[in-house]
């Protein structure tokens, strides 16, 4: 069955397309991991926005001239993040790991990792995903085929009060490979793009270094503890789990962003009201005299 998602803490995006949280009890609000990334500038990014918006105006040119302004600008400004296959694609990736994993958790509670992921392949024989993401499940039961996880947290929002933002973390595991090795306890994120980008060491930190688990109730609990970090790529032909810089270096340069946000936000007072109050009025007389 699909995972129930309404556990998790409230969200939005406000009027510039950052996603805030919202503490169930306190009303505390805070900026997610994602937005704070997103205060720093990405060339490769914004160049995808770019033609995404190029590549829907085109499609969409007789559409587009029926509209007002308003409409037509706000529709395009959406575009920048696209539309169709592609954006639904990675959703659904996302949404397809979640029941997996959810699953493994609840397995690895009652008969333990090894037992648990002998029971998977049936599951999803029993349970499998729509045909074009089934790739998503081949990724999975190939992850097992080499390593032993324990899921302890799936999707779990946590929360930073001193730096200040909250984040939802894809998986909080224990893992190890199945011929070697001991166990680690990690933090993972899922990415279905093209590529894996830095920015995913630098998400996986912010989860790392949450200071409570934030429940949909408003129960905070206890951090878990890291000591590694992982990103897990999944493509339609490929996947790879790749490990993430995880240390001081990373956590100092995601607080950097954070306080790169907070500029951002104080940037629009930074600059006050003129102090050459007669030489402006003196200009409005001459400009009233123009008329």
């Known amino acids: 069955m699909p995972t129930d998602h309404s556990n998790r803490a409230l969200t939005r995006n406000d009027n510039q397309g950052r996603r805030i949280y919202t503490h169930p009890v306190t009303g505390e609000e805070f900026f997610s991991v994602t937005s704070i990334l997103g205060a720093a500038d990405k060339p490769a990014l914004n160049k995808w926005k770019q ?6 105006a085109l499609d969409n040119l007789d559409a587009l001239s029926g509209m007002d302004r308003d409409a037509g600008h706000e529709l395009l400004r959406s575009a920048a993040w696209g539309f169709g296959s592609a954006a639904s694609l990675g959703t659904e990736v996302h949404e397809r790991f979640e029941d997996l994993m959810n699953e493994l958790k ?12 002998a029971q998977m392949p049936e599951w999803i024989f029993g349970h499998p995903a729509e045909p074009h993401i089934r790739f998503a499940d081949t990724a999975f039961l190939e ?17 930073n009060r001193e730096v200040g933002y909250c984040g939802s973390a894809d998986l909080m595991a224990c893992i190890k490979p199945r011929d070697r090795g001991d166990w680690i306890t990690a933090v ?19 989860y790392a270094r949450g200071e409570k688990i934030l429940r949909s109730n408003g129960d905070e609990d206890p951090p878990l503890k890291f000591s590694a ?8 032909k490929s996947w790879a789990l790749k490990p993430l810089r995880h240390d001081e270096v990373v956590w100092e340069a995601f607080k950097a962003h954070a306080t790169l946000t907070d500029w951002q936000e104080l940037e629009r007072r930074a600059v006050g009201a003129p102090l050459n109050h007669a030489a402006i009025e003196r200009q409005k007389s001459y400009r009233q005299g123009e008329m």
Request: proline share 3%.
């Open 143 to 159: 992850l097992l085929d080499e390593f032993l996880i324990e899921p302890l947290e799936v999707e779990a929002t946590v929360i």
């Open 51 to 56: 033609r995404n918006i190029v590549d829907f």
């Open 188 to 206: 993972f994120d899922v990415k279905s793009g093209k590529n894996l980008y830095g920015s995913t060491a630098l998400q996986c930190m912010a």
């Open 106 to 117: 609840s397995r690895c509670l009652v008969d333990g990792a090894v037992s648990a992921a």
């Open 229 to 236: 970090a992982f990103g897990l790529h999944v493509r339609p």
